[in-house]
């Protein structure tokens, strides 16, 4: 069975910068792809970021462009989301998935869900 357990979050002030990990376990075939996707209270979950395990090709969602990098170590089965000069609005839980082969950036391409982890940005 698939496990995937985010770590990382908690409390940052605005400008400040979080790492996320997700590691991944159980799986006895490399998946296509890792995504990250947040959700904030009352507002339905969205796309962050994805990177193709095997090939490295990142993909990155609004929220994520210019300021949000994402990786992967294959040797740890863990994927990174690296989130700088973090703002009030990406406030939220922040959610690892494996899949994407028919679609990298909705919810619907994921298969494997961890239970997320929660970021707050505030002052």
């Known amino acids: 069975q698939v496990q995937l357990v985010e770590s990382g979050g908690g409390l940052v002030q605005p400008g400040g910068s979080l790492s996320l990990s997700c590691d991944v376990s159980?799986?006895?075939?490399?998946?296509?792809?890792m995504g990250w996707f947040r959700q904030a209270p009352g507002k339905e979950r969205e796309f962050v970021a994805a990177i193709v395990w095997s090939g490295g090709d990142l993909w990155y969602g609004d929220p994520a462009k210019g300021r949000f990098t994402v990786a992967r170590d294959l040797a740890k089965n863990t994927g990174y989301l690296q989130m700088n000069r973090l703002k009030p609005d990406d406030t939220a839980v922040y959610y690892c998935a494996l899949g994407g082969l028919r679609s990298l950036t909705k919810i619907s391409g994921y298969s494997d869900w961890g239970q997320g982890t929660q970021v707050t940005v505030s002052s």
């Open positions: 159980g799986h006895t075939f490399s998946p296509y792809a």
